[in-house]
């Protein structure tokens, strides 16, 4: 997966700073942020969408879900936060490779 942009930042060909990292994931600041705060989960593992999770992803999915308080924390999120998963095109998802968007920093427009 080496034409992955966030398979490249995951092996450090392309610098990002991170706000979080650990063995299954890394966090990163969106490059084009939709909100004031606009982190991204990263899993390591190159999974190109929520299309392709399944059994073998629960561990990591739990665990990713299970981060993102301390994500948000780290990114100064302490009035609450939002979290998208785009999946597919159709979706809005751009980057093949399954990631959760954090947002918040402000009020957030409804649904």
Do not use: W
């Not at 059994?55 to 780290?74: C, D, F, I, T, W």
């Not at 979290?83 to 409804?110: A, D, K, Y």
Request: hydrophobic share 40%; proline share 9%; net charge negative.
């Amino acid at each position: 997966m080496s034409q992955c942009i966030f398979c490249q930042i995951v092996g450090n060909q392309i610098p990002a700073p991170r706000l979080y990292e650990d063995e299954r994931l890394i966090v990163i600041a969106d490059k084009y942020p939709k909100a004031p705060v606009h982190l991204l989960v990263i899993p390591r593992e190159h999974i190109s969408s929520l299309n392709e999770v399944g059994p073998e992803h629960a561990e990591l999915m739990a665990h990713a879900v299970s981060v993102l308080p301390e994500v948000a924390r780290r990114g100064g999120l302490t009035d609450g936060f939002r979290t998208i998963i785009n999946t597919g095109p159709g979706g809005g998802q751009e980057i093949p490779h399954l990631h959760i968007h954090v947002l918040g920093g402000g009020r957030l427009p409804g649904f």
